[in-house]
């Protein structure tokens, strides 16, 4: 007779996940398996996808004809210079040393352009794959740096594993990935800035209760709590968002936010815990966060400078020897003045950018998804290179996110925003204020040029958001079985079918030639041609 009991009605009334979930759970070796397993998955995964076949197409695409010859430039003169009319066919034919020794006007900081030399410097700026190795290494850290945010968030292996699997599939970040553009540098900084905020919230509520707890007399608190100096992660947060900055300026909202979230999250837990003046206290450690965050991120922004600071021959480089400043300011070096000068100049330059694009999308459109950019494309007549469609073939990189995670990823980040003001979570806020940050500020620029693709910087969090709203559909722990069953069989057909979309989308977000019969069937919105 066997000795093994057989399992109970509750037990075969939980769901396949419930029952796997539970084993894992008792089981500490499996638990780390999976642990260690899940991040490695989504991080090779995104790595394949992105590192295929990456050299192809061999030419500079869209904002290529800047970034890539402006990175070379600067790789080997400490800024960017010029290049001949004509330029793009040269350098992609391998002549990469035409540039001239005047100065260029460009309007992104350098910290970018720098990253993108790295990868040709080491696999030579003839080579296509060495322009983009950089991007689709930083694109693919994105999908592991998004999967420990997750994890830092929530705790749980599943939850970061979905979103980071959404993202290592997604069509915005393969292709955002797979060209030599700034975006993506800019993600993974503001990536890791949320990362460190979040690492320091957990620590510095925990020493802050604890010290608090050290004061109470007769179990009242006291009237002013402890200023905390001692918050690497704070300082971890500034360095990469300044870095965000030194690759984008838009990297200066995203400071902006972490700065207010830090201030209020302070406050609303010296309230909770009792201090007297928590107002003022908060004031007070207010302050300090700003000096251990914005001085930070100061130091990276104006090190990624540091080319154009020590070379003679950069835009605008001497413009302040003929309008030095006087009075308070006269002390500060003429170099830096005519940095701050360079920077006047690059501000009005994009505040008025109102060039008209095709591929041009407001930010109030953002969400409807009306207007997707096509990066490169490229026709092949029947008959010829292998084409056999009697209407020709297409090579294309679309920066289009899965359509259908997209959407739902929206319509997720309202019902957060709404479980947000009915029953506040300090999760949530991470996601909604990045949300915010990486969002809003472009709806004050409605007459600005400026494209769908911007959207990579806001994409993870969307994603963050539209997996909260998964785990509520899933149902919680102590819901009933029946519920929980249902409610998982919905979220595994969502991902099902996610995926199903991902490879039916994954030619058309890494230039594979395919007939334009099968592009057509991709065009589900008048705008999207």
């Known amino acids: 007779m066997s000795t093994h009991a057989l399992p109970s009605r509750a037990t075969l009334r939980r769901s396949s996940y419930d029952r796997w979930r539970r084993r894992v759970i008792a089981h500490s070796g499996a638990r780390r398996t ?30 290529e004809t800047y970034y890539v010859k402006d990175a070379w430039s600067q790789w080997n003169l400490g800024f960017p210079a010029t290049w001949p009319d004509g330029a793009d066919e040269s350098f992609a034919a391998g002549q990469t040393d035409i540039y001239t020794d005047d100065a260029s006007f460009v309007v992104h900081p350098p910290l970018g352009k720098y990253l993108i030399g790295i990868g040709m410097w080491i696999f030579g700026p003839e080579s296509s794959f060495g322009w983009r190795i950089s991007a689709a290494l930083a694109g693919t850290a994105c999908v592991l740096v998004l999967y420990l945010l997750a994890r830092s968030l929530t705790g749980s292996f599943v939850f970061a594993g979905v979103a980071s699997g959404l993202l290592a599939i997604d069509g915005l970040g393969i292709v955002m990935s797979r060209v030599s553009l700034l975006d993506i540098f800019l993600t993974l900084f503001i990536l890791l800035a949320f990362w460190f905020v979040v690492l320091d919230r957990r620590r510095h509520l925990d020493r802050l209760a604890a010290r608090i707890a050290e004061r109470m007399r007769d179990g009242t608190a006291p009237a002013w709590g402890p200023v905390r100096w001692v918050r690497p992660w704070v300082v971890a947060a500034g360095l990469a968002a300044g870095a965000a900055t030194a690759v984008k300026w838009s990297g200066v909202w995203v400071l902006a936010a972490i700065g207010i979230y830090l201030v209020v999250t302070d406050a609303l837990e ?19 966060s700003f000096l251990l965050l914005v001085p930070a991120a100061f130091v990276v922004y104006f090190g990624s400078w540091s080319g154009w600071l020590l070379t003679d021959d950069g835009y605008n480089r001497h413009v302040a020897y003929t309008q030095q400043a006087t009075g308070f300011f006269s002390w500060v070096p003429v170099r830096v003045q005519s940095l701050w000068i360079y920077h006047q100049t690059i501000y009005g330059s994009m505040a008025g950018m109102s060039t008209e694009h095709s591929y ?15 990066m490169y494309a490229n026709s092949t007549p029947d008959g010829q290179d292998g084409c056999a469609s009697t209407h020709g073939c297409l090579e294309i990189l679309y920066s289009m996110p899965n359509p259908l995670v997209w959407w739902a990823a929206i319509a997720a980040t309202l019902w957060l925003l709404y479980r947000f003001a009915v029953r506040p979570d300090w999760r949530y806020a991470v996601v909604l204020t ?17 494209f769908q693709f911007y959207t990579i910087a806001m994409w993870p969090f969307l994603l963050l958001a539209l997996t909260f709203g998964l785990r509520a559909v899933a149902g919680a722990p102590g819901d009933p079985p029946r519920r929980r069953r249902n409610g998982q069989r919905i979220v595994l057909a969502f991902l099902i079918v996610a995926v199903v979309l991902a490879a039916f989308w994954y030619p058309l977000w890494s230039a594979v030639r395919v007939p334009y019969e099968f592009y057509w069937l991709h065009n589900w919105l008048i705008t999207w041609v």
């Open 34 to 63: 999976w642990e260690w397993g899940v991040p490695i998955l989504v991080t090779v995964v995104a790595a394949v996808l992105r590192l295929w076949n990456l050299g192809q197409p061999h030419q500079l695409v869209f904002d």
């Open 270 to 288: 010296r309230r909770r815990l009792g201090i007297t003046f928590w107002p003022a206290d908060a004031v007070r450690q207010g302050v300090v």
């Open 360 to 374: 041009a999308s407001a930010a109030w459109q953002w969400p409807l998804l009306l207007r997707p950019t096509s």
């Open 434 to 450: 990045a949300v915010a940050a990486t969002w809003l500020p472009w709806l004050a620029y409605p007459e600005r040029t400026i």
